[in-house]
């Protein structure tokens, strides 16, 4: 038989190619494979898959967010939230609820930052998402004197200055 791992095979033993859907990030099984086909030259159909998928993902976004804000109260309970504390976990579910979408994209354009190879810019996206939200926490919240809501807005902004980041790449 054929050696599992490719590091045990030897000249005697056929080449193992991967390609397709699994070649979209390789990383997890490339031990097992000697090389991969990414698709290169497709790019009218990649653009295409990447143009449905991004559609998709807005669609998605949609009717989550619709759900989320026809539901937010029984969601909240769910979650946890009494009485005492729904006038809180109710205005910071809102802005999380807001920031459905955008999450959705930066995070999409996290991952499509780094499988185009970009993967420094792909950590300084979420890096600069992370800083923004302790700084517009802390502005929004202690300077301006928003409370919940000053730090349910500065997770909404700081997710959308993420996401812009991904989308400006493209």
Do not use: Q
């Given at each position: 038989g054929i050696p599992f791992d490719s590091k045990d095979r030897t000249w005697d033993d056929p080449i193992l190619m991967g390609g397709g859907p699994c070649s979209f990030s390789p990383e997890p099984i490339a031990k097992f494979f000697d090389l991969f086909y990414m698709g290169e030259g497709e790019t009218e159909k990649a653009g295409s898959h990447l143009s449905f998928l991004t559609l998709?993902?807005?669609m998605l976004?949609?009717?989550?967010?619709?759900?989320?804000?026809?539901?937010?109260?029984p969601l909240l309970r769910l979650m946890g939230s009494t009485d005492q504390l729904m006038?809180?976990?109710?205005?910071?579910?809102?802005?999380?609820?807001?920031?459905?979408?955008?999450?959705?994209?930066?995070?999409?354009?996290?991952?499509?930052?780094?499988?185009?190879?970009?993967?420094?810019?792909?950590?300084?996206?979420?890096?600069?998402?992370?800083?923004?939200?302790?700084?517009?926490?802390?502005?929004?919240?202690?300077?301006?004197?928003?409370?919940?809501?000053g730090a349910g807005l500065g997770t909404l902004t700081s997710i959308l200055v993420s996401a812009s980041m991904g989308i400006f790449y493209f």
């Open positions: 998709v993902l807005l976004g949609i009717v989550m967010t619709g759900v989320s804000l026809i539901f937010t109260e006038p809180y976990t109710k205005v910071y579910g809102l802005c999380t609820i807001a920031a459905v979408i955008p999450m959705s994209f930066k995070l999409y354009m996290e991952h499509l930052v780094r499988v185009d190879g970009n993967a420094s810019l792909s950590m300084t996206m979420s890096l600069v998402g992370l800083a923004a939200n302790i700084v517009l926490d802390a502005l929004l919240t202690i300077v301006f004197p928003l409370g919940i809501l």
